[in-house]
């Protein structure tokens, strides 16, 4: 077997005293013998979901080889590309997770898992940059250092889709600064650019921001390899992202899009949903800046307003 024949003792007891099945399989002579003796040995899973998503997984994967005729050359690329990946990706460079995502695969999986039809707020990506390690703000505080970059003022309500205010729920938000960057790319002494706080009695939430700015997904590896491949672009349009979640709501994962990036129809991990773009809007208003607590009010500001819908659970 490749790979080594060492194992640990607390595997080794895992599998001791394991038969064989209590069926023979025929010998390979053909392509589809080796699927179903392939698929024979998955359907012994005694989990019904795991049985189902393992068979599909080996017929699709199956017929990808057959259709294809792959070839031996193709199919030790395709495993030295898949160690690759996996030897680059750290919680910090999750490598393997966008490979999938510029294949639109998660993507899919929230489309798939998305009910259409009310007017709550649509879902789309986490993303790679998510993390517990973030700073409570109050409304009107900023979860972005001075300096970082435009100013923003995000402002809105969250409701339900009766449109009745939700007060005590949790937003979670976070978002690149002006160099496009998260701050765990650059390994910040402390948060920034993320921030955590709740909405009101009435639902209301504000905080003070930075204007997201478009960037592009790492391509010094193996997902810039496959891009060029494909002759595609590796950017992501500007985009906030938020977390919103309250007791005896389903939580939505999201990201509002400013109107008007070059990059909102050509998104390299296919995450912009119509509803989710917004249109910010500029304040020249030095006093309104100053009172909201920007710190050089003379520079203005955007205004990104925009309720949120939770879906009852
Ligand atoms: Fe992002």
């Given at each position: ?114 009910p259409?039809?009310d007017n709550a707020t649509?879902s ?33 309500r969250v409701l339900d889709t009766e449109g009745k205010p939700i007060s005590n729920a949790l937003i ?26 709740f909405t009101d009695n009435e639902g ?39 977390i919103v979640d309250a007791l005896g709501y389903e939580k939505v994962m ?54 949120i819908v939770l879906r009852r659970k």
């Amino acid at each position: 077997m490749p790979g080594g024949t060492s194992s640990t003792p607390q595997y080794e007891a895992l599998y001791n005293g394991l038969e064989p099945p209590p069926f023979k399989m025929p010998f390979i002579d053909s392509p589809d013998v080796v699927t179903s003796n392939t698929l024979r040995l998955v359907g012994e899973t005694p989990d019904a979901r795991k049985r189902l998503l393992f068979t599909s997984l080996t017929r699709h994967i199956h017929e990808f080889v057959t259709e294809n005729k792959l070839t031996v050359q193709e199919w030790r690329d395709a495993v030295a590309f898949l160690n690759r990946t996996g030897n680059m990706s750290t919680p910090d460079r999750p490598e393997m997770e966008l490979v999938l995502d510029i294949f639109g695969v998660e993507a899919l999986v929230d489309a798939v898992n998305s009910p259409p039809g009310d007017n709550a707020t649509e879902s789309t990506l986490l993303g790679p940059f998510y993390t517990h390690n973030t700073q409570d703000v109050s409304h009107g505080d900023s979860i972005a250092s001075e300096g970082k970059g435009e100013y923003m003022y995000v402002e809105g309500r969250v409701l339900d889709t009766e449109g009745k205010p939700i007060s005590n729920a949790l937003i979670d938000t976070w978002e690149t600064d002006d160099t496009g960057h998260y701050d765990l790319q650059y390994a910040a002494e402390v948060p920034d650019c993320r921030g955590r706080l709740f909405t009101d009695n009435e639902g209301k939430f504000n905080f003070r921001a930075i204007v997201p700015v478009a960037y592009p997904v790492l391509a010094d590896g193996p997902v810039g390899d496959l891009l060029l491949a494909m002759n595609r672009h590796n950017m992501r349009p500007a985009h906030l992202h938020l977390i919103v979640d309250a007791l005896g709501y389903e939580k939505v994962m999201t990201q509002f899009y400013p109107s008007g990036d070059k990059w909102l129809d050509s998104d390299s991990v296919f995450a912009v949903k119509k509803s989710l773009i917004v249109d910010l809007e500029t304040v020249n208003d030095s006093e309104r800046a100053k009172a909201l607590g920007f710190k050089n009010p003379d520079k203005g500001f955007k205004l990104l307003k925009r309720d949120i819908v939770l879906r009852r659970k």
